[in-house]
């Protein structure tokens, strides 16, 4: 929640917050692709929403991952 509430105060939250964000991002990639069917297919299909909330929402402007 600091860099929401940081957000909220005009500020860009702490690098601590933001590095701790980006390491449990891809540590979820990792493990969702890491436990997915060894087929190229299975590990798209595994990482797909990890790339829709972090690379897709960008258009949106509303990613949870943008800096």
Do not use: K, Q, T
């Amino acid at each position: 929640m600091s860099i929401p509430l940081a957000n909220r105060y005009g500020s860009r939250g702490g690098l601590l917050a933001w590095d701790l964000l980006v390491v449990g991002s891809f540590a979820g990639l990792g493990a969702d692709v890491s436990i997915a069917e060894l087929s190229l297919i299975g590990r798209i299909i595994a990482a797909w929403p990890w790339f829709d909330e972090c690379g897709g929402a960008h258009g949106r402007g509303d990613s949870p991952c943008r800096p």
